[in-house]
């Protein structure tokens, strides 16, 4: 392979942007994808897929939809994205436009052979669809699974009453297809607290950030792809500063990758992810820069850079949650002298106003406070902004002198 070639297998190995759809680019997540499976093999059952932006919700579904055998049947598949614009019968339409029904006609006379067309399911849908509607079409196929992404776009509570109602249905008629709703935390607790009818049809499945394994997993079958290799080091730095989000695992590795390949290297370097940490603060979304500066520029006293960039160091429960208490070690660290909450706190609640993005979403009450960020993608950015700026080393440390 010459350095032209690996360039471009890496640029097809790893992809920041886009979710995964090829089975062996896909990494990690058994657990995930056993549970989706179990489901998918049990009639009546459903599962709700849910978890923080960009944790690989989509992907996982996509790998799925690529094609699916259970008890030696392929299963039929649809897979959709909601938007904010959907009601109950939009949705079902555009689910049913996916499905190719097959419907077999004995031919005219006795000789002539059964015609067989195809038809989208879609066009056996009347207009304005009822859950009934969805149960009758859906018991006349065999094993399906159903992808319904996004669904935190569904803003109608119209709408995801109705599609409460048709899993309750779905469920009670033992129709053998399963709904795979996919969304963020928020839109799934809303989802369940409000029909606590359809609790017992579904499984919830929780999507939690990658672990080290896996993100080591992504990194390793990407430079495999190109004959290439990278250094304990390296492969640690890009692990660490992802914080188990894989679109920096692959924007890091990506950027390190493509730099070692153009200077005749086949083993990614330390300083390869050194220079991968600038191309991608330079190249990041727009959106994302735009919040890091809408939340942290100041015409005064300037803490907030520090104070953010602690809020992204400090520990966090598994929902993402820090508590004020939890940014005052990594701050006086990086100031290079004690901060007591008081000095802070303010800043804190700033962030969580709408000057200021709002960056940081709030729960709880009065002194007991947590925080997280609004976007969790902002995090890995301000930790990058960090050592870019000087203010910590790589290993995430405070930085001595
Ligand atoms: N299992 C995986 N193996 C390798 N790469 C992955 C995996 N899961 C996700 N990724 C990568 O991570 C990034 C985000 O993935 P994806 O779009 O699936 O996340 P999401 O949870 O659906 O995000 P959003 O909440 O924004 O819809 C993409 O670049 C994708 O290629
Ligand atoms: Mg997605």
């Known amino acids: ?33 056993m549970d989706v499976l179990n489901a998918v093999s049990q009639k009546g059952q459903h599962a709700i897929l849910f978890g923080e932006r960009g944790v690989g919700k989509t992907s996982l579904a996509r790998v799925l939809s690529g094609g699916l055998t259970i008890r030696a049947t392929q299963v039929l598949t649809a897979s959709i994205n909601c938007d904010g614009t959907m009601d109950f019968s939009s949705l079902w339409h555009k689910i049913c436009r996916e499905i190719v029904f097959t419907q077999t006609k004995t031919g005219a006379g006795f000789t002539a052979p059964p015609e067989t067309t195809l038809k989208p399911l879609a066009d056996y849908l009347p207009a304005t669809v009822t859950p009934d509607d969805v149960r009758h079409l859906l018991s006349q196929l065999g094993k399906t699974l159903i992808i319904i992404d996004e669904l935190d776009r569904l803003v109608n509570p119209e709408i995801t009453a109705l599609l409460a109602d048709t899993i309750k249905t779905l469920s009670d008629h033992a129709v053998d297809t399963t709904l795979l709703l996919v969304g963020v935390a928020d839109s799934v607790e809303m989802l369940i607290k409000e029909h606590q009818s359809i609790e017992r049809a579904m499984v919830q499945i929780r999507m939690p950030r990658m672990s080290p394994p896996e993100l080591n997993e992504i990194i390793d079958k990407g430079l495999s792809a190109a004959g290439m290799s990278i250094q304990a080091g390296a492969k640690e730095m890009i692990c660490t500063l992802s914080q188990g989000l894989p679109h920096y695992t692959h924007l890091l590795a990506l950027n390190a990758s493509q730099r070692a390949a153009t200077i005749d290297r086949t083993e990614v370097a330390v300083e390869d992810v050194r220079t991968a940490i600038d191309t991608a603060l330079a190249k990041a ?43 005052r070690k990594p701050l006086s660290e990086i100031m290079k002298k004690p901060y007591e909450i008081p000095a802070f706190s303010q800043h804190l609640n700033a962030f969580c106003e709408e000057s200021r993005g709002p960056i940081l979403q709030r729960t709880g009450t009065n002194r007991r406070f947590r925080f997280r960020f609004s976007n969790p993608l902002l995090q890995p950015y301000v930790i990058m902004d960090g050592i870019r700026r000087g203010l910590i080393s790589d290993s995430l440390k405070a930085n001595k002198s």
């Open 1 to 33: 392979m010459d350095n032209m070639e690996r360039v471009q297998a890496l640029s097809n190995s790893f992809s920041p942007s886009a979710p995964i759809d090829q089975k062996a680019l896909f990494s990690g997540r058994m657990a995930q994808l």
């Open 285 to 327: 979304q727009q959106s994302i820069i735009g919040a890091y500066h809408k939340a942290t520029s100041s015409p005064r006293e300037n803490l907030y850079p520090q104070v953010l960039l602690s809020c992204a160091l400090a520990p966090t429960d598994n929902l993402g949650y820090f508590a004020a208490v939890d940014v």
